[in-house]
């Protein structure tokens, strides 16, 4: 492989160039051209380069170690593998194509809707072309569900194969999809491979930037170079065994969690549970006071780290033995009412085997117990079990802290060890959104789980991730910044062109003489990386789309700081129909207003003589530059949907 | 826990309740029952259980309590309708003897 090494050594030159030219460049903007009396722009400015130029580092790292596969070695025979076809509402039709083509796959395996709208007519369709059928079991009536991470994990329950595929409802595989897998799995280290998601109804031009050649393809081969190739929800093969063990740790992990924040709140339940019922009798203050020393020594033997199994077991016998105070006080006095009636009436009693053992601890235990009256106290007793009562099914193998479930699952496999693998291969095609709003939906989706994980669980903290793995999943979270970064990029020119505020000491030769060679190889190393993939779109999208970025921080952030609702949109696979959105692009068509301002107000700033000729003209380029990027959005919103052409690509390369 | 009240008669009352007969709710029962019967004079007192869906062992003993109070103001507390939880309390600790479940209120009054 001649040809690639050189490749790679190419792109680990640039990528050093790259890397000394920012560094020098960015530690001058520091040091020497941060114009003080700007502060509140300049200051901006310079983080938000600084800001890209890390973004470019972590480009530079994902790249270092780019991996292209040979393809693996024929799977030996006799593997189990379930398909998993995940569907909430979209259409019959599309389901079942994608089902269809499913069951014609090659290597023996079985085939399963997982139809979490729970719809008769999937139902029947699904038995009629003899295609397992799954929907949600009771026990998820009443409780989270978890979206598609609910769907699979209900379909993981009631499934065994060794292996499983995942599709989403509308990526039909190729026959010989799981021929060309399976072998990575000869590696017993490997729990998951991803291949790309390639879309059928998109054209060249591809408006809405549907296609990722730069994610399915250089990042996602960099990040398999670091052990590291991400999970993407659809059009991945996973390896069961690894999941089931992901899942238990983490289990355990949740349960730990949870009955260690319960302890530290039980104090104060029993002491406002005490207060409130200190006249229902001292029977039950007593058995409260029972209960506050079991949380007490539970929470020292979870200090001491015994098992979370053997704690809450201790606790949960002293609980039913405090309730079997109060059920035994209670019927001592019911027998003394009865003695009272017999007295009064000459009736005989015949409840003198009222308070035998049996009827003691059948009363007191937890579905009958007097003590379960009290709602808090209930709700903790509840909480420090292991069977994770308010969830459906207690072990999740599928990762449910976030709206992008895939990321979440496998930054968990990666941590316990395992390996995942990016097969550079189309084996599924799909559909991509065709409409601005649809699109919009999707991608603010995506950004709103990358940053849920990052601050539930960030990678820079994880145990078990190697610093290579960090960094990539850091990356990935690290881009989505951007949009707040875009917002100065977008401001700075316009308050230079429109008011002179000068953001840089000055746009001296110096200045041009650090910058320029920066971005000149910096752009080399990206074109170099792409190999000649249509890139522009990519590169459009990650400015153009910049609310969408900006308030998936801002929700992910809110979710899981303050705990609210960040909401979960299934992505539709039809077109949504209506006139052009332009409500949803109103900031980027502001900024273009802005900017189209901005450089006539510039122009005729610098004639009349006010304007700085150099600075102007600097600036006027920027802005031209910015217009051309964000051009992309109304071409976006007047997007009519996809119209199929002869002369499409049909081949499977990207 | 709500607690309807409907007379009947001279002496008698019907005591609708809905809800959980617990901890919390049982000392409000003990209340409303001695009330009818020492306070109005009522000393037959029927508890119709159709609605309460679950009782603890402070329940019962709230309605032994009634059955006491009515017996010593020389009347009766019976239940009608209880549901299938409540019947496997009283089976449980036998009490269905003492408190025998009645299909209906009307049959409480034969």
């Known amino acids: 492989m001649r040809r690639f090494f050189d490749h790679q050594l190419l792109v680990r030159v640039l990528t050093t160039l790259t890397i000394i030219l920012g560094v020098n460049y960015m530690v001058w903007r520091w040091l020497f051209s941060v114009n003080w009396s700007n502060a509140w722009i300049s200051v901006p400015l310079v983080l938000v380069e600084t800001y890209s130029l890390i973004d470019c580092f972590l480009f530079g790292v994902t790249m270092w170690r780019l991996r292209e596969r040979p393809a693996p070695p024929a799977p030996p025979e006799g593997l189990s593998v379930d398909v998993f076809i995940t569907t909430y509402n979209e259409p019959i039709d599309l389901v079942m194509t994608t089902a269809l083509a499913a069951s014609r796959i090659r290597y023996p395996h079985n085939t399963w809707i997982l139809d979490d709208g729970g719809r008769p007519a999937v139902q029947q369709a699904a038995e009629k072309a003899g295609i397992g059928y799954i929907t949600r079991s009771s026990e998820w009536e009443n409780r989270p569900r978890h979206a598609k991470a609910g769907n699979l994990n209900n379909a993981l329950a009631a499934t065994h194969g060794q292996f499983l595929l995942i599709l989403d409802a509308d990526q039909i595989p190729e026959p010989e999809i799981l021929d060309r897998l399976l072998g990575h799995f000869n590696n017993e280290k490997v729990a998951l491979v991803q291949t790309p998601q390639w879309f059928y109804n998109v054209n060249d031009t591809d408006i809405l930037g549907s296609q990722a050649p730069l994610f399915y393809g250089p990042i996602q081969q960099g990040k398999d170079g670091w052990n590291a190739a991400f999970f993407c929800g659809s059009n991945a093969l996973i390896r069961r065994e690894a999941l089931m063990q992901v899942g238990i740790t983490w289990y355990v992990h949740g349960v730990r969690t949870t009955v260690g924040q319960t302890l530290k709140g039980g104090d104060r339940i029993i002491a406002r549970a005490r207060a409130e019922h200190a006249a229902t009798g001292q029977h039950v203050t007593r058995a409260l006071e029972d209960v506050r020393l079991a949380v007490r020594t539970a929470r020292k033997e979870l200090r001491e780290d015994r098992p979370v199994g053997a704690v809450t077991y201790n606790f949960q016998r002293k609980v039913d033995a405090a309730a079997q105070t109060i059920v035994t006080a209670d019927l001592k006095s019911i027998h003394a009412d009865l003695d009272e009636i017999q007295q009064l009436t000459g009736l005989t009693s015949p409840t003198e085997a009222l308070i035998t053992r049996d009827v003691v601890e059948r009363l007191a235990r937890r579905d009958w117990s007097p003590m379960a009256a009290i709602g808090p106290v209930r709700r903790m007793i509840r909480a420090l079990d292991v069977d994770r009562a308010d969830e459906a099914i207690p072990v999740m193998p599928m990762a449910t802290n976030s709206v992008t479930e895939d990321m979440a699952t496998c930054m968990r496999l990666h941590s316990h060890g395992w390996e995942s693998v990016y097969h550079h291969e189309i084996l599924a095609k799909g559909l991509a959104p065709e409409d601005l709003k649809t699109m919009i939906t999707q991608r603010l989706r995506w950004a709103q789980g990358t940053m849920q994980v990052f601050l539930r669980e960030n990678p820079l903290l994880q145990k078990g991730l190697s610093a290579g793995q960090r960094l990539m999943y850091f990356s990935t979270m690290w881009s989505y910044l951007s949009g707040f970064a875009a917002v100065v990029y977008l401001v700075a020119p316009i308050l230079f062109l429109c008011f002179g505020v000068l953001p840089v000491a000055a746009f001296s030769l110096d200045f041009f003489a650090r910058l320029i060679p920066f971005l000149v190889v910096n752009q080399l190393l990206f074109f170099v990386a792409a190999r000649g993939r249509k890139t522009w779109r990519g590169q459009q999208y990650s400015l153009a789309l910049f609310p969408v970025w900006i308030k998936a921080c801002t929700t992910a952030a809110a979710n899981v700081l303050f705990g609210r609702s960040l909401g979960f949109a299934v992505t539709p696979k039809t077109r949504q129909d209506g006139g052009p959105p332009w409500f949803l692009i109103r900031p980027q068509l502001i900024a273009i207003a802005a900017l189209i301002v901005a450089a006539v107000t510039g122009l005729v700033r610098m004639l009349i003589g006010v304007g700085a000729p150099a600075g102007t003209l600097v600036n006027v380029a920027w802005v031209a530059y910015d217009l051309v990027i964000l051009s992309v959005i109304i071409r976006a919103a007047l997007y009519k949907g996809f119209t199929p052409t002869d002369d499409r690509d049909e081949n499977n390369e990207i | ?110």
């Open chain 2, 1 to 110: 826990m709500k607690f309807d009240v409907e007379l009947s008669g001279e002496d008698s009352a019907v005591i609708r309740a809905n809800g959980r007969l617990n901890l919390m709710s049982a000392p409000d029962l003990k209340h409303l029952v001695t009330g009818i019967v020492q306070g109005d004079g009522r000393p037959n007192v029927v508890v119709d259980l159709a609605e309460i869906d679950f009782v603890d062992s402070t329940g019962l003993g709230a309605l032994v309590f009634g059955l006491k109070t009515a017996r010593a103001a020389g009347g009766d507390l019976r239940i009608a309708r209880p549901g299938k939880q409540i019947k496997m309390v009283l089976q449980l600790t036998s009490l269905d003897r003492i408190l025998e479940p009645h299909d209906t209120v009307e049959e409480c009054f034969e």
